[in-house]
């Protein structure tokens, strides 16, 4: 939806207004701040250009960041555009990736917040702690049936553990009746050979 500044211009079902485009970024003005004169920037932007020269990079007019303001009207004009849902984008660039299905909503910037709250293409991270997969919103039921981080509960002693180390606790499982009849069976060798050992002791002796 945004660039490392402003939001992207494909986003728009209509080109906006050239006023309603950073001077720094030439995107869509993303909390539209400006100077003493008038001169509008996305407040990333111009933060930026201040740590460099305190100075408004149109007019270059003294400025620091206790100058700035934000320009309400601007705001106001950018929440009225219209825009197409901003998972469109999704594998247009390397930070995202294609959901498959292209959803079809079509708004205003002031309603994209409500949108992308129930969109099934938006882009969610999963609930499992240590997984880092970003899935749409539609597919999360799916993914949380195989992320191998999802807690899952053994079969034999209810512990419960991350899938991905199911297979060696089962195997390891004092509760698991194979677990339980190989150490039987060691225990049986073990007796044995010491039976064994104890015997050939004796007869040493």
Same mark, same amino acid.
């Given at each position: ?15 906006? !207004? ?9 995107? #869509? ?30 007019? $270059?007019?003294?400025?620091? #960041? ?57 882009? #969610? ?26 807690? @899952? ?6 512990? #419960? @553990?991350? $899938? ?11 509760? !698991? ?18 039976? @064994? ?5 004796? $007869?040493?002796?």
């Amino acid at each position: 939806m945004e660039t490392n500044c402003g939001y992207y211009l494909d986003l728009f079902l209509t080109p906006p !207004n050239d006023r309603l485009l950073c001077p720094l970024c030439l995107e #869509v003005l993303i909390n539209p701040t400006g100077c003493q004169n008038g001169h509008i920037f996305c407040r990333k932007c111009i933060l930026a250009a201040l740590a460099v020269r305190s100075e408004c990079p149109s007019c $270059r007019i003294n400025l620091t #960041v206790s100058n700035l303001s934000v320009n309400l009207i601007a705001k106001e004009m950018v929440g009225e555009l219209k825009l197409r849902c901003p998972t469109t984008l999704y594998g247009k660039s390397n930070s995202t990736v294609s959901t498959g299905t292209i959803c079809l909503w079509n708004g205003t910037m002031n309603d994209v917040d409500k949108h992308l709250a129930v969109c099934g293409n938006f882009l #969610v991270n999963c609930q499992n702690i240590g997984c880092t997969d970003k899935i749409p919103r539609r597919l999360l039921p799916s993914h949380l049936s195989v992320c191998m981080h999802h807690l @899952v509960r053994c079969s034999y002693c209810n512990h #419960v @553990v991350k $899938r991905k180390d199911s297979s060696i606790h089962t195997m390891r499982c004092p509760r !698991n009746p194979a677990v339980v009849r190989t150490k039987s069976a060691l225990v049986v060798v073990g007796l044995l050979v010491l039976s @064994v050992a104890l015997l050939g002791f004796r $007869r040493l002796r």
